[in-house]
């Protein structure tokens, strides 16, 4: 199983990217996907998730800004993010869920992160 983010770099406030995550070894079709972010010197926190059926679900801080969206035929999850801000900056991961439903718990397997920073 293979996770791998991507679409990271640096970005002006205001401004937005996309980051991608594709997957292989594994069918989204019984795996939520998570995208979490780590800020230096602060803990891992989770952003959004998908759940299989499609269910779209942010933490607080992104609600409005951040969109997940899914390609089943390319097995791939993406993460557009919009209105960015410096309390942004962080390494965004992906990561799946062997359950059908969204949480930020019993996470089964990690990707590598991608840097994100907001900055002008």
């Known amino acids: 199983v293979q996770l791998q983010a991507s679409g990271g770099g640096l970005v002006q406030p205001g401004g937005s990217l996309r980051l991608s995550c594709a997957v292989s070894?594994?069918?989204?079709?019984?795996?939520?996907i998570v995208w979490f972010r780590q800020a230096p010197g602060k803990e891992r926190e989770g952003v959004s998730c998908?759940?299989?059926?499609?269910?779209?679900y942010y933490t607080d801080s992104v609600k409005g800004r951040f969109t997940i969206s899914r390609d089943r035929a390319k097995n791939t999850i993406y993460l557009q993010m919009t209105n960015m801000k410096p309390e942004d900056t962080a390494v965004y991961y992906c990561?799946?869920?062997?359950?059908?439903?969204?949480?930020?718990?019993?996470?089964?397997?990690w990707g590598k992160g991608t840097q994100v920073t907001v900055s002008s």
């Open positions: 990561a799946a869920r062997g359950r059908w439903a969204c949480n930020y718990n019993d996470i089964d397997f």
């Open positions: 998908i759940s299989t059926g499609g269910a779209s």
């Open positions: 070894g594994l069918t989204l079709n019984y795996y939520a």
